[in-house]
């Protein structure tokens, strides 16, 4: 059994066991408090033990876990006043990923494993919206058509549209206005860049999951502080992630210590405006991902922006102090402090407003899975840099990383788009001259025609066909977000 993770020391050294680590939790508190530098203590503490992380890097901080720390007089004073013996510097091994394929290697995901349901949020659709959404899905998967990239789904809209008549008698009404703010909102998705999010090679969840050859968990970290200008992509793109864990990963129950650890940075952003639906199956999420040893934490600057089901299963915590400048936030103070177990010889809505940067109030899971009482405590100091790295050291950990040349390039192979493109252009209008097929009008989106088809790009393109394709009735495409929470299957 591993040994127990030093996180924090206050009248006791506050330990982080790890097989408890799997029962999810948060760090919170204001702006500039020591969220971050915490997030990083207690990655760098799971990579130790071999425990791999997926982080959110919204500001670029994060990336100096890569490299070893330096001493400084901070940190200095810090392991002093906590008495820590054998301190050393040390990096992590470090994936990096990008949405944008800018500063990491690409992470994509199809159309198809995205499904209907996320796709109405990012849509910001309505409920009838939604329901046609879902039927265009639907009619993709009864004539086997793959919805892959982006430009697939907007020609498969395009074509509901235009034949909705004949698909009325099976499917129901298609109304043109749906259809329309469906095309609109795709436009606007393509512009925050999702012609490179969406498509092939698809991301492979093992590839998140690796080890070095010391041991040491690897800590994936996707760069974020562009995706975090389109908020309703990245608390998508996140939840996405973290339903496909879900869906994949067998049952292990309560392991030794977990399989993968998963950072929500700026996680209010995940219930901004969300329907109740996805509410509920983000909740189903939560609470039964720990069984598939995968742990949630979430990282807000408000422990009261994490609705109030998920928050009671967060039991790992360290909040760091919280500013009271109105009654509102002297309720949500209150409200805050009452999130822990009571300790009589604390005031915790006072520790609250008073905690200096790198201090926090800490309550760890004890051995029985009862929260422990909570401790006012100094956070340990990361045994890794402090603050961003630079450009060239980014690229030097690119061009070494275990994915290199698995998702650098695109994969672009016949589906949707293709299919219904062939079939318009063997069967021209009959009737005006100047009509012209219906996929004349779609937008250029610059997706490749190709791309270079190495082993490991093929063997990523095979991975992510087989996560798309069944073969029950013909060929039906798989949708793996939230699957069985939703009453589906996966075919």
Known sequence: MSDPLLIAVGNDPLLLLPQMANRHGLTAGATGTGKTVTLQVIAESFSRIGVPVFAADVKGDLSGISQPGKDNPKIADRVKKLKLENFKFEACPVTFWDVFGEQGHPVRTTVSEMGPLLFGRILNLNEIQAGVLTLVFKIADDNGLLLLDLKDLQAMVQHVGDQARDFQTQYGNISAASIGAIQRGLVAFQQQGAEKFLGEPALNLDDLMQTDSNGRGVVNILVADKLLAS???????????????????????????????????????????????????????????????????????????????????????????????????????????????????????????????????????????????????????????????????????????????????????ESAYERLKGRAEQTPSPTAVHDQPWYANLPSLGFPSGGRRGDTVLDAMVKSAARSVGSSVGRQIVRGVLGSLLGGSRR
């Open 231 to 413: 908020p309703s992509l990245y608390a998508t793109f996140l939840l996405w992630l973290l339903s496909e864990l879900f869906e994949k990963l067998p049952e292990v129950g309560d392991p030794e210590k977990p399989k993968l650890v998963f950072f929500f940075d700026e996680a209010h952003l995940l219930f901004n405006d969300i329907p109740q639906l996805l509410q509920q199956r983000i909740e189903q999420v939560v609470r039964l991902i720990r069984s598939k040893g995968v742990g949630v934490y979430f990282v807000t600057q408000n422990p009261l922006d994490i609705p109030d089901v998920i928050l009671g299963q967060l039991g790992n915590r360290v909040q760091h102090a919280l500013r009271a400048f109105t009654p509102k936030d002297q309720k949500s103070v209150k409200a805050a402090a009452e999130t822990f177990r009571t300790n009589p010889k604390l005031e915790v809505v006072k520790a609250l407003m008073e905690l200096e940067v790198g201090e926090g109030l800490v309550s760890f899971l004890d051995e029985k899975g009862a929260p422990s009482v909570v401790q006012r405590a100094l956070i340990c100091p990361p045994h890794s840099q402090i603050g961003p790295i630079t450009l060239e050291q980014r690229q030097q950990l690119m061009a070494s990383s275990l994915v290199k040349g698995v998702y650098d390039q695109a994969v672009d192979r």
